[in-house]
Nanobody
Framework: QKQLVESGGGLVQAGGSLRLSCAASGRIFSGYDMGWYRQAPGKQRELVATISSGGTTDYADSVKGRFTISRDNAKNTVTLQMDSLKPEDTAVYYC????????WGQGTQVTVSS
């Protein structure tokens, strides 16, 4: 059984929007801070947004004001709303606990064309 399943990626033009979703098993979601990460080709995986179990959010400077992370504790899901997308946002996006201590899912590809 997969613990983390990401979806919602795709190809979008610069300035466009995408909404990513992550379905997590209850035992790794409930009561834990969660995060969205991304990895661009040739680069290390980076943390772009986090949300605490209580709903407090934080963002990397590169996405602040453009991305919004949210969670539904009843459905064990984490969502990343991405607006005003830029070509440099192109990457595979993953969700995980805040500290990345759970097996990674397959991710979802986001490609932003200029």
């Amino acid at each position: 059984q997969k613990q983390l399943v990401e979806s919602g990626g795709g190809l979008v033009q610069a300035g466009g929007s995408l909404r990513l979703s992550c379905a997590a098993s209850g035992r790794i979601f409930s009561g834990y801070d969660m995060g969205w990460y991304r990895q661009a080709p040739g680069k290390q995986r980076e943390l772009v947004a986090t949300i605490s179990s209580g709903g407090t959010t934080d963002y990397a400077d590169s996405v602040k004001g453009r991305f919004t992370i949210s969670r539904d504790n009843a459905k064990n899901t984490v969502t990343l709303q991405m607006d005003s997308l830029k070509p440099e946002d192109t990457a595979v996006y993953y969700c995980n606990r805040r500290w990345g201590d759970v097996s990674w899912g397959q991710g979802t590809q986001v490609t932003v064309s200029s």
